[in-house]
């Protein structure tokens, strides 16, 4: 490796960012014809289906794997395997209230729970020193929070898997969710802005994926721009972006 290499490579933008953390990527397309593909490049194609394969060493469990066509999403992978008697739970808000100045969106709030009680609560991507999260009992957790576009939030583990009553209130928010109706899947609650919304899911109560490799057969929109990348989320909050696999259809 070396000077010349390095800067060849991100000016190829054969490179993924990430948060901070020690993530290792890969990210290649492969079409019918034999073309390959790695981060960054620009193929010419006239197939219409391209594989996609994915591999990742993380340091932290991996919570999902987003894949992008551009700015749709087409799948969310999460790795784990789905128990039912998880007894986490995860909440997250994020997004932005616009782009530029004043993007700011405080979600300053608490979390009750009524018939359970939190046994261990844990905070996620909270940095400022003096807006924490507080367990102020077995009952009720508050927190001060502001987001600009990225994401903050909380693990919950709960006594009972299915039990009772979460109470969330925030300046943007006020919901009530039954414990038995949260899911593996995101329950999305949308609050305007620039993706701005509020998520609650379940976890496994003990993630141990730390590596992943699949594929997918990717459907090509035809005579356009394909910008195929991937978004990596580990539990503790840290995240990676693979640079787009430019596939255009002829």
């Not at 990210?27 to 391209?50: C, H, L, N, S």
């Not at 996609?52 to 799948?75: M, T």
């Not at 009992?137 to 909380?154: A, E, P, Q």
């Not at 699949?214 to 991937?230: A, C, F, Q, T």
């Amino acid at each position: 490796m070396s000077r010349e290499a390095i800067f060849e490579s991100l000016q190829s933008r054969h490179h993924y960012a990430t948060t901070g953390t020690r993530i290792l990527l890969n990210v290649k397309a492969y079409t019918k014809r034999g073309e390959e593909a790695i981060m960054g490049d620009i193929v010419f194609t006239k197939e219409r289906e391209a594989l996609l394969h994915i591999e990742a060493l993380c340091p932290a469990p991996i919570e999902r794997v987003d894949i992008f066509n551009g700015r749709e999403k087409l799948e969310t992978v999460k790795p784990f395997k789905q128990c039912h008697g998880s007894r986490r739970i995860r909440v997250i808000w994020e997004g932005a209230e616009c782009r530029g100045r004043g993007r700011e969106t405080v979600w300053d709030g608490s979390a009750e729970v009524e018939g359970n009680r939190f046994e261990e609560v844990s905070p996620i991507n909270f940095w400022n020193p003096i807006k924490p999260l507080i367990k102020e009992n077995s009952h009720r957790v508050t927190w001060k929070s502001i987001t600009t576009g990225s994401f903050s939030g909380f693990d919950a583990l709960l006594k009972d898997s299915h039990e009772g009553i979460l109470r969330i209130k925030t300046p943007l928010l006020k919901q009530q969710i039954k414990i038995s109706e949260i899911t593996y899947d995101d329950m999305v609650f949308e609050v305007g802005g620039l993706s701005r919304r509020m998520r609650v899911f379940r976890l496994p109560n003990k993630n141990t994926i730390y590596r992943i490799k699949l594929e997918r057969n990717m459907h090509l929109k035809s005579g356009k721009d394909n910008p195929i990348y991937v978004r990596l989320t580990q539990e503790d909050g840290h995240r990676a972006w693979s640079s787009p696999i430019y596939l255009i259809t002829q």
